[in-house]
């Protein structure tokens, strides 16, 4: 802390940006990324082969990079055509995990893993730019993370 005395009777003190504590911060994020992605990856087999979401989402994937294919998962029935979603990302790196992967799921998986772990230290650096307290950022950040793994993990054991 810096105090500054702008008169005798007034005392302020003013937070200097310490940089270490900021790397520490970063570190400490670092270590929590590692931590839920062993566990995520460890894991990742654990589920059925493949969902029926999964299969949507890498098949809305293959139609943006397939966009004259005459087959889908998902079918508009008014215009006898497959429904093709070209608004977000996802879609697209689930199809590119599968066609890189093992064609068993766990590849979609791991790059919806990896897709997790880049949104949620965006957010992370997102909120310590909007001037989030330090933990709560790191608290948030890391509930971004980990809450869809543990929604699926819990669907997933009750079918």
Known sequence: MITVLSSPKN?????????????????????????VL????????????????????TDYGRLTLNP?????ATWLLGTNKPLFIWSYLGPLIAELGYRWGDGLGTSERITSIL??????????????????????????STAFFVRPSIYTY??????
């Open 68 to 72: 004259k294919s005459d087959w889908s």
């Open 154 to 159: 819990s669907t997933a054991r009750k079918s």
């Open 11 to 35: 005392i302020t003190q003013v937070q200097k940006n310490n940089p270490t504590n900021n790397k520490n911060l970063w570190l400490l994020w670092l270590l929590v990324l590692v931590v």
């Open 115 to 140: 897709g997790g772990l880049a949104a949620a230290t965006i957010a992370f650096g997102w909120l310590l730019s909007r001037r989030v307290p330090r933990f709560a950022a790191l608290l948030l």
């Open 38 to 57: 062993f566990i995520q990856l460890s894991t990742a087999g654990v589920l059925p082969d493949i969902q029926k979401d999964e299969v949507q989402i």
